[in-house]
């Protein structure tokens, strides 16, 4: 019996150290050389995930607050701001009604988005306190692109190219930009017009006379309150055809601009839909359509 319990001693010892020496690593530990490895690269695996989570969830995040676009679906007006007096942009007609070239498009994105568009008329001097009030969805009409803009506002690409020119009487001795030392000038209030008149290095030569609108400036100058009138030649040719005024406009002008669509800075949705309708109309010639309709040719710029 010692000498069975002996060697069934000595078989379950010899089982226990086999056991321990095939836990037993290359280097000598008791856990395996890759052990630590692998534990670094799951641990690394699981922070890139964590990232990758929370940078689509700050995405998904910022997306759903982004609602500018889906308001106007759900209320089904698109409110567009605008100096009523601005041809052949948009302005108020004999029978009362806002009409011109930037409605007749703006009309056409409504109709393809399915909604009404609501003309609102504003003080062009205010336009970026009523956008951001939420008085308006958007400015359309004519807007000039520049610095402060862009800063203060989500601009849509520009759509038309502009020339600031000066109008004056057509009997007026004035021929060229030295022509206006010492004369009156008259220029829209909060206008792109306005600021670049300000920055000409002629500036100090002149006077001038803010007023609401070019064509309140123009009415003032065939009155003889003012000798000229700096303003967007898009408007400037359309009133002077329109209207058959002896007008004319000086050779020299001051700044070559685009117009575009002014939304604010956090609607994007809204601003991309936008955008989206304008380069489909280009492509399917609607544009050039309406721009044929007002300028003769399409002189519209969309992509």
Known sequence: MKKRFLAAFAAMMMLALTGCGGSTGSNGSDTPATAAPEAETTAVDAETTAEQGAETEAETTAAAGDQSLQKVLDSGEFVLGLDASFPPMGFTDEN??????????????????????VK????WDAKEQDLNAGKIDCIWNGMSVNASRAEAM??????????????VPGDSTIASLSDLTDK????????????????ADFYDTIKTTPLEDN???????ELGFSDAVFMDSVVAKYFIASNGKDFKILDEGLEQEEYAIGFRKEDQALRDEVQKQLSEMKADGKL???????FGSDVTTVK
């Not at 064509?215 to 100058?221: G, I, K, T, Y």
């Open 120 to 123: 609102q008329p504003i003080v």
């Open 215 to 221: 064509v309140e400036a123009l009415r003032q100058m």
């Open 288 to 294: 050039g359509e309406i721009s044929t309709k007002w």
């Open 154 to 167: 989500n601009l849509s690409e520009p759509y038309m190219q502009n020339e600031m020119i000066f109008v």
């Open 96 to 117: 009362n009604e806002i009409i011109g070239f930037d409605i007749d498009v703006a009309q056409e994105v409504c109709d393809r988005m399915g909604v009404k568009l």
């Open 184 to 199: 009156t000038i008259g220029v829209q209030t909060g206008s792109s017009a306005e600021e670049i008149l300000e920055a």
